[in-house]
């Protein structure tokens, strides 16, 4: 790289994992930049400095500068700190914003988010760094494609920064009340193309104001351009089709791998994947199941109509009955949680469900489990499945968005494939293919299955490959 000028970018997310994770977003905006510092990027991300941040964390942080930023009448003073990291970590911090239980679902999150958004801009020459892109993540981010574009159009120092916009999940829109445009002290031109519905929309902000967009897989680029899966966007995102990418998720090779893993019983790799016994008999006990020798289900997942529970919970019966275990890790709506519990009660041993995010727990179920269940109804990437794969937890999906290219149907004639695909969102043909899967399980093919799986390779060196030929683009723009 001697001579060569860097390429700089600042990723700018809601979540970064280990600082903060509620989910996917938090894997990708963890681990992508390290990826990109392997492949010789100046990368760094900003992250707010939330009250949840596991204090050990950021023990080491150190005070860099402050500020009043202000969003019309509004004004807040932004405290910016910096962590050396594994790449250069900002957090922003202020009291009123950022120091209360819980980081989503306040009555004031747009103006919460449009702070961060702001702040984020102003931090950039008083850190001196002023990225060549500026990679967005969400309906979070949004606003800051539509402050430099508007709002600081005239700062010379901004003249060649470029914005790439990544939708994680169309589903979370990030809409408000149309009277917080104002914040934006934009003219009111503007407004139509931020307003949604009738609302003041930060995804779709971002989707206009960005100079890129890209999903988190091809085949969700194309489902989220129709009806069915646009989340009533889809002529929001068709009307930038010419600029929208698919990029496929990763995940950090490292952080998840059965041989080194300390958070698992039992390590191992594909040459002795049989070790996963052990894991399943600790988990067992752990846990409390039967330590009985049938297959093991594992699902880790927001429990969402998203992630396919409408069709599990009317097919779990069915498929316990096939003579199988069941392990669950997750929160979400009630109405699941509680049938999840009801299910558990009605089978005292053979059906576990842990109510909760424990990341070491979730490791254990990926280690323990022989199938990891994913019905998604609809889902963008799915970086579950990903991990799946890695420890050899064979996984039954149904056929849509990222499923559909991350995990292949075993053909046993070949001896292709890493896993167990339907197509249907319904319960019959979930119960059709977890009855194939064990089939396959209970057959001489067992071993070819998991060896797949575990040769799958999603880690995020293609991928990254892919972030930075899109970032080299846009600045030839
Ligand atoms: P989404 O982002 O839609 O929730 P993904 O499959 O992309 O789904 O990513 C989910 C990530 O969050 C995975 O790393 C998964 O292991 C983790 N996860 C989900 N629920 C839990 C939980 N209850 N406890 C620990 N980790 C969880």
Redesign the pocket.
């Known amino acids: 790289m001697e001579g060569i000028k860097k390429l700089k970018v600042l990723i700018v997310s809601s979540e970064v994992a280990p600082f903060m ?1 509620t ?3 938090g ?1 990708v905006c963890g681990s992508l930049p390290k990826a990109l510092k392997r492949q010789g990027v100046d990368i760094r991300a900003v992250l707010p400095k939330y009250k949840d941040i596991n204090a050990e964390l950021i023990k080491d942080i150190s005070f860099l500068t402050s500020f009043d930023v202000s969003l019309s009448w509004r004004r807040q003073k932004a405290d910016v700190y910096y962590k050396k990291y594994d790449f250069p970590m900002y957090f922003i911090d202020n009291d009123y914003y950022f120091n209360r239980d819980g980081i989503y679902g306040h009555y004031d999150d747009g103006e919460r988010f449009a702070f961060f958004s702001k702040a984020v801009l102003d931090m950039l020459p008083a850190v001196d760094f002023i990225p060549d892109v500026i990679h967005l993540n969400d309906w979070q981010t949004g606003p800051v494609s539509l402050f430099l574009k508007e709002t600081y159009k005239d700062f010379l120092i901004f003249k060649n920064t470029k914005t790439l916009f990544t939708i ?2 169309l589903q979370f829109q990030g809409n408000f009340g149309a009277d917080m445009f104002d914040m934006f002290e934009a003219p009111e031109e503007v407004y139509k193309r931020t307003e949604f519905d009738g609302k003041l929309s930060f995804m779709k902000t971002g989707i206009e104001f960005s100079d890129l967009i890209n999903t988190v897989s091809k085949t969700y680029m194309y489902e989220i351009q129709t009806p069915a899966f646009g989340c009533r966007m889809e002529n929001v995102i068709r009307s930038r089709s010419g600029s929208l990418k698919g990029v496929l998720n990763g995940i950090d090779f490292e952080e998840y791998n059965p041989e080194t893993d300390k958070a698992i019983y039992q390590n191992y790799n594909s040459s002795s994947f049989y070790l996963k016994h052990e894991n399943k008999k600790r988990l067992r006990q752990e846990i409390g199941l039967n330590d009985w020798e049938v297959p093991l289900l594992g699902m ?3 429990l969402t109509s ?1 992630k396919g529970f409408d069709i599990f919970l009317e097919a779990a019966q069915r498929i316990l009955d096939m003579n199988v275990e069941l392990a669950v ?3 979400g709506e009630s109405y699941i949680e509680n049938a999840l519990k009801e299910l558990e009660g009605r089978n005292p041993g053979r059906v576990k469900i842990i109510l ?4 070491a ?2 490791h254990k179920i990926y280690a323990a489990s022989d199938f990891f269940v994913m019905p998604s109804y609809f889902e ?6 990903i ?1 799946a794969l890695r420890y050899g937890s064979v996984p039954i999906v149904r056929k849509v968005g990222g499923l559909n290219d991350t995990v292949w149907q075993y053909n046993s004639y070949n001896r292709s494939g890493n896993g167990f695909v339907f197509e249907n969102y319904d319960a019959n043909a979930l119960i059709w293919s977890v009855g194939e899967a064990l089939g396959a399980y209970r057959s001489g093919e067992w071993e070819n299955i998991v060896k797949n799986a575990m040769a799958s390779n999603f880690s995020w060196e293609a991928s990254a490959k892919e972030y930075i030929d899109i970032y080299k683009g846009l600045m030839k723009e």
């Open positions: 994770k989910g996917g977003l894997d994680h999940n880790v997942s927001r998203q890790l997750g929160t909760g995010f424990n990341e727990l979730a963008p990437c799915g970086l579950s499945q991990i």
